[in-house]
């Protein structure tokens, strides 16, 4: 759980980024706990080796915009030319099967969190917190970084619809929060047994002009 900088533009890269970052986390986690075993981490692996074949993909066409020969990618990846040319000419491979639609109620329960949090009540989120987050929280809960929300932005005011996506059968929920202060994007991380993983705030990019708001 943490409250963090400006958000980024929701292109290509930045979900790219997301990816790469959250799937590493999770193996990190994975490899620093006691036990290794399970679904969870391999499904974090796998989401972390197909996202840094996009990442590898992703440089090698910006190498190639920016005039660097087949020879000079081959040599740097340990590779021929032939093989450099083969290999980054098609898409990557995909590693894992197509992303999971989100669960319908473990988006509803990230929305509940977040309306929990928006008031600073930290009890649902205490009871579903993951072993993990509850090591992060300490004795004292979530009650004391809930506290620290709204003199950053403000009381919250509305909330825009919620986007969900999975990514290594972790269910991401997030949305963009009206607040007195500053907008805020909150994302809610659950796991397939709906255990809370992480409950994030970052500041929002200023919306675009004309866009329709929530009331």
Excluded at 87 to 94: D, G
Excluded at 129 to 149: I, K, N, T
């Amino acid at each position: 759980m943490s409250i963090e900088g400006p958000g980024r533009p929701a292109d290509a890269d930045a979900q790219l980024l997301e990816e790469l970052r959250f799937s590493a986390s999770l193996c990190t986690s994975a490899l620093e706990s006691a036990g290794t075993a399970g679904e969870e981490p391999l499904a974090a692996a796998a989401h972390l080796v197909a996202s840094a074949d996009r990442t590898l993909h992703r440089f090698v066409a910006a190498a190639r915009d920016q005039g660097t020969s087949w020879a000079q990618i081959g040599s740097v990846l340990g590779i021929t030319r032939q093989a450099a040319q083969k290999r980054f000419s098609a898409p990557p491979q995909r590693v894992l099967a197509e992303a999971a639609t989100p669960d319908p109620a473990l988006v509803a329960r990230a929305v509940e969190v977040m309306e929990h949090a928006a008031t600073g009540d930290a009890a649902l989120l205490d009871a579903i917190a993951s072993p993990r987050m509850r090591a992060a929280l300490g004795e004292d809960g979530a009650a004391p970084v809930l506290a620290g929300v709204e003199p950053i932005f403000g009381a919250c005011l509305s909330r825009e619809a919620p986007e969900a996506r999975v990514i290594a059968q972790v269910t991401l929920v997030s949305a963009r929060e009206h607040r007195e202060r500053a907008d805020a994007i909150v994302r809610v991380s659950l796991t397939a047994e709906g255990r809370l993983l992480g409950l994030h705030y970052d500041v929002a990019e200023p919306s675009t002009p004309g866009s329709l708001q929530s009331p």
